[in-house]
């Protein structure tokens, strides 16, 4: 990807980073509730935006021409849920599949 295209994408991430990062802490609080309201015992619930350090280097890494922009990539959000028993692994698994 040139580097006017991932400046351009890098700013538009940039202006709506605050978006991204609201939507971070909903998910993170969704996930939390669901999880919590089938008394599975969760370690912890981490949820970010990605840097936007780490976006662009995502995109200078990416070969294409830049047209999908950042719909291309997939971690803009991430929502990590650590949990203390490894049978819970599956239960989280099926309450997020059945929720998104």
């Known amino acids: ?21 609201e939507y971070a802490s909903r998910v ?17 619930i981490e949820g970010w935006a990605k840097a936007p350090a780490d976006l662009v ?3 200078n890494a990416r070969g294409d021409d830049g047209d999908a922009g950042l719909n291309a990539v997939s971690d803009l959000v991430t929502v990590r849920v650590l ?13 997020i599949l059945a929720e998104f």
């Open 57 to 59: 280097r995502a995109l």
């Open 28 to 44: 993170r609080n969704l996930v939390q509730d669901l999880i919590e309201r089938e008394d599975i015992e969760v370690h912890s």
């Open 83 to 95: 949990l203390r028993f490894p049978e819970d692994v599956y239960k989280v698994e099926e309450i």
């Open 1 to 21: 990807m040139d580097r006017r295209r991932v400046d351009e994408l890098g700013i538009s991430y940039v202006e709506k980073l605050s978006l991204y990062e």
